[in-house]
């Protein structure tokens, strides 16, 4: 090796370093990469942690606001009873009395029902995701005073048990920030499904927003996004102020396992 001429010498350590500086790249590239998905990762984990927790909040807001309630106030009324009784008073009308904690157990089991329906759709395993679709449909129609046009193709039925759930949890929640944000009249609500692929979209008349601030619709929206990332498919959302918004997940119809 002593006896290369100079001009090897050059080449061999031009071609030394070369190469350590493409492999330092590559590693670089490697770890910034990492980097990014990692941060990625803990910005998707913030959110679904965020998420979670506002669900739990609504969930004890519900609890105590509505079932502790009504459970406190049929334990009154019964205790008056019973303190009538044990003092040998006349007892109130006790016919009107279990009418009442009848409507208010009825009222209470309602709203568990509720609860439990949104945490886990069992109408979806029942019923099928056309059934659960139109179902939730109906029921945030009832809640909240705005109509709702709904076309749910038939073929819904026959998605994945983990597809069908995803897209009724995109339709919660685009359902939810309709009621929140938009003070919308009417809603255009579809699942259509043809050519291999899905399209579930969510229109209303509300106040919408400028389009260049999609990107801060909240966590519904985001959520929503990162919902049809697992269907492998994406999410757009147009708006602008006063003209309403509409919410459009596209995604692949997976074929038979």
């Known amino acids: 090796m002593r006896d290369l001429p100079s001009e090897l010498w050059v ?6 370093l070369v190469v350590a500086s493409l492999v330092t ?28 927790e506002e669900e739990r909040s609504r969930v004890a807001r519900e609890l ?19 303190d009538s009784v044990e003092r040998g008073l006349p007892a109130p009308d006790l016919l009107t009395t279990v009418d009442l904690v009848g409507d208010g ?17 069992s109408a979806i395993d029942q019923l099928g995701l056309r059934a659960a679709l139109e179902g939730l449909a109906r029921e945030m129609e009832a809640g909240t005073g705005f109509r709702v046009s709904i076309d749910i193709a038939p073929a819904a039925d026959a998605l994945p048990t983990e597809v069908a759930l995803t897209l009724y949890r995109i339709a ?18 579809r699942l259509s499904l043809d050519g291999g692929r899905g399209v579930l979209q969510l229109q209303d008349d509300g106040a919408g927003f400028a389009s260049n601030g999609a990107s801060h619709g ?7 996004r990162e919902r049809a990332r697992l269907l492998d498919g994406f999410a757009t959302i ?3 102020p006063g003209g309403g918004t509409r919410v459009e997940v596209t995604f692949p119809i997976p074929g038979p396992a």
């Open 172 to 189: 919660q929640e685009g359902f939810r920030n309709i009621q929140k944000h938009a003070r919308a009249d009417a809603v255009v609500f």
């Open 218 to 224: 909240g966590l519904g929206l985001v959520s929503i």
């Open 238 to 240: 147009q708006s602008e």
């Open 64 to 82: 105590h606001d509505g079932v502790s309630q009504e459970i406190a106030v049929l334990s009154q009324r019964l205790e008056a009873v019973r």
């Open 105 to 121: 157990l009825r009222r209470i089991a309602a709203s568990v029902r509720g609860i439990a329906h949104r945490m886990h759709p």
């Open 11 to 16: 080449f061999f350590l031009t071609a030394v």
């Open 25 to 52: 790249a590559v590693i670089g590239a490697i770890v910034i990469s990492q980097r990014k998905l990692s941060n990625a990762s803990r910005a998707f984990a913030a959110r679904e942690v965020a998420a979670t």
